[in-house]
């Protein structure tokens, strides 16, 4: 499972990107994309909604690989930033939330649990051991090294501020179309990561 995660500043985390592959053939129903979003004006109680589901999807996906006999790893793209929201918004909406307790949020010994356990994958950090780049090592630099070209040719982390602002002041279809646009990007990231470690494997 590869996974990307969209954030407004320090306002909070407004989408966990999912994307969910498997390796030995064997169907799997919750294959592909799969985002959790609140539109929701941050900070807002409903951003603990949204990550509460990906929360139980994740653990739900990982304990039944587990129960069928299959391996399990999430993968994320340089894991400074995943960390630093799933324990903040563990702080935030978990048992003891400092702004609101939301059914499903887990405790931050929980979260602390998880990204130290070899089951959460940085893949940067595999990168970094393999690569040496003068313009940096971003996935942004990388993945188009590895074959990968983003669908949105304004495509960047500056841009989807300014995306997510806009989608947040518009109505209707132009409301629409801005989330839209996050959507793909956010999808694009997570597909970029797979692109990224799967391009690596060929090194190791």
């Not at 969910?20 to 909604?49: I, N």
């Amino acid at each position: 499972m590869d996974v990307d995660l969209e954030s407004h500043l320090d306002d909070g985390a407004y989408l966990w990107g999912t994307l969910l592959t498997l390796r030995d053939g064997r169907p799997l129903e919750d294959e592909g994309y799969r985002p959790f979003v609140t539109w929701s004006r941050l900070p807002d109680a409903d951003e603990g909604r949204a990550f509460a589901e990906f929360w139980r999807w994740l653990t739900g996906i990982r304990d039944r690989a587990a129960g069928q006999g299959r391996s399990f790893r999430a993968y994320c793209y340089s894991r400074a930033a995943e960390n630093g929201w799933l324990l903040s918004s563990a702080g935030r909406f978990g048992p003891e939330g400092t702004l609101a307790v939301v059914k499903g949020v887990p405790g931050v010994a929980e979260v602390r649990r998880f990204i130290s356990s070899p089951l959460w994958v940085d893949v940067h950090e595999a990168v970094a051991t393999q690569f040496v780049s003068t313009s940096g090592l971003g996935l942004k630099v990388v993945a188009p090294v590895a074959g990968f070209t983003w669908r949105d040719p304004e495509a960047g982390g500056e841009a989807s501020l300014g995306w997510y602002r806009d989608a947040q002041a518009a109505r209707g279809v132009e409301r629409d179309a801005g989330r839209e646009r996050i959507l793909a990007y956010n999808e694009d990231d997570v597909r970029a990561t797979r692109a990224v470690r799967e391009w690596i494997t060929r090194f190791g």
